[in-house]
């Protein structure tokens, strides 16, 4: 088992930054992709960038791609999603999650889920 809690999420205004955190309990090999999630309020939980723990290899769906940044802090089983040029429509719940089945946006493929931490950018 791994677990997952995730951190950091708060009120910013448009243009503003914020970093997420998710320190994991292990890095595991049913674990070595590592992803985040989100979801909006009577939205459908969408896939925003996924890692592999191991090579450092990232993928961003493309409305975050040049905006945020995923990384990782091997030492503390941590890692992080620095958000820029935050926009109101990334307002939402952030999940963090983990699994092995390579760069998948799809939700359903990943083992280990974080309870979420909430991000709400206003205009």
């Known amino acids: 088992q791994v677990q997952l809690v995730e951190s950091g999420g708060g009120s910013v205004q448009a243009g503003g930054s914020l970093r997420l955190s998710c320190a994991a309990s292990?890095?595991?090999?049913?674990?070595?992709?590592m992803a985040w999630f989100r979801q909006a309020l009577g939205k459908e939980r969408e896939g925003v960038a996924t890692?592999?723990?191991?090579?450092?290899?990232?993928s961003y769906r493309h409305s975050v791609r040049g905006r945020f940044t995923f990384s990782q802090d091997k030492a503390k089983y941590t890692v992080y999603l620095q958000m820029n040029s935050l926009k109101p429509e990334d307002t939402a719940i952030y999940y963090c999650?983990?699994?092995?089945?390579?760069?998948?946006?799809?939700?359903?493929?990943?083992?280990?889920w974080g309870q979420g931490t909430q991000v709400t950018v206003s205009s």
């Open positions: 292990q890095f595991t090999d049913s674990s070595r992709y």
């Open positions: 890692l592999h723990t191991l090579d450092s290899s990232t």
């Open positions: 999650a983990a699994g092995d089945a390579g760069h998948t946006y799809n939700a359903t493929r990943y083992k280990f």
